[in-house]
């Protein structure tokens, strides 16, 4: 069974930064993928944010592009969001997710991001 803890939420003001932590644990035997989803209070679906590869291949959906970095240590288990020049739209809750080979995809409790206007 495999955990994962993300940190890093809060409140911040539009034009501000934060950055998202997500630590994996349990058994990981090969992961391909892990990554970032949303979901704003209301909606019902939720919305890729970024994903990276294994190998550093990283993906972001259109509306963060150029504000988000996704980036990951896979020595640490760790995969990270730095989110900067946020807008009162990114308010959300932010999970983490990991994929594994023949495996269902897990996912974190998820962390509130809030932002100001």
């Known amino acids: 069974q495999v955990h994962l803890v993300e940190s890093g939420g809060g409140l911040v003001q539009a034009g501000g930064s934060l950055r998202l932590s997500c630590a994996a644990s349990g058994s990981i035997f090969s992961s391909t993928s892990m990554g970032w989803y949303r979901q704003a209070l209301g909606n019902a679906r939720r919305d890729m944010v970024a994903t990276i590869t294994n190998s550093g291949r990283t993906n972001y959906g259109d509306s963060v592009k150029g504000r988000f970095t996704i980036s990951r240590d896979n020595a640490k288990k760790m995969v990270y969001l730095q989110m900067n020049s946020l807008e009162p739209e990114d308010t959300a809750v932010y999970y983490c997710?990991?994929?594994?080979?023949?495996?269902?995809?897990?996912w974190g409790q998820g962390t509130q991001v809030t932002v100001s206007s």
């Open positions: 997710y990991i994929d594994q080979y023949n495996l269902p995809r897990s």
